[in-house]
C-alpha cells in the first residue's frame, strides 16, 4: 500500500515564525501535493511538483514556498505564518501517466494554528 | 475550467439504509472521477475511481458509483449503510496532462443507530 506520512498531526506556532510541514511517500510517486482545508471552502491546492527540484503554483500559493530535494520528500514552508494560515494542511503523491497523475494517495493531514 | 458540485452538505440516514450521494462534475473532455471518504481529523481515503469502460465501478467497503456522461453525473451508492460509513465524503474530477485534481465541497454523512 502506498504510504504518505506527514511529520506532525498537530502544530502550534506565533504569527511570524517560519514553519516547515514535511510529506514523505514510500511509493516512489513522481508527482506530490500539498492542500489545505477549510470548512466550506473544500481543499484548494498550494504547490504540486513533477520531479525533484520541480514545482507548480496552485491555486493560492501566496505565502507558501515549497523544496523538494529528494523524490519522496516534499516540503511545504509557511515563511512568516500568519494567524489566516491557520488550518489542515494535507499531502498527497501520484505516480506519473494519464489518469494515474490524478488517483491521489494522501497523508493523514497536520493541523496547524496560528496564534 | 473544471469543477464538482456536490449538492447535499449533509445528509442522515439510519443504519441499514440505501445510500446514494450526488455529484456532478463540469469537464471539457474524458474526465477520471474520484470518490474520497474522510473521517474526523484523518486524510482522504480513495473509495474508488472511474477511468475508462464499465461506467458501473465497484470500491472498497461495498460502495459503487456509476458514470453517466449524459447527465455529468458520478454518484455514489451503498445498498446498506454500516455506522462507520459516517464520515465526509469527497467527489474529485481531473483529466488528460492536467495534474489538477479539482475537488467537490464534500457531502457529510450522518448515521442514526
Redesign the interface.
Known sequence: DVK?TQSSRYLVKRTGEKVFLECVQDMDHE?M?WYRQDP????R?IY?S?DVKMK?K?DIPEGYSVSREKKERFSLILESASTNQTSMY?C?SSSPG??R?????????T?LTVL | AQSVTQPDIHITVSEGASLELRCNYSYGATPYLFWYVQSPGQGLQLLLKYFSGDTLVQGIKGFEAEFKRSQSSFNLRKPSVHWSDAAEYFCAVGGGSNYKLTFGKGTLLTVNP
Do not use: H, I, K, M
Open positions: 504518505v508527482n501535493f466550506g471552502l473544500g481543499l491546492l504540486f513533477y507548480e496552485g494535507l498527497a494519464s489518469g497523475r490524478n488517483e491521489q494517495f494522501f497523508g493523514p493531514g493541523r
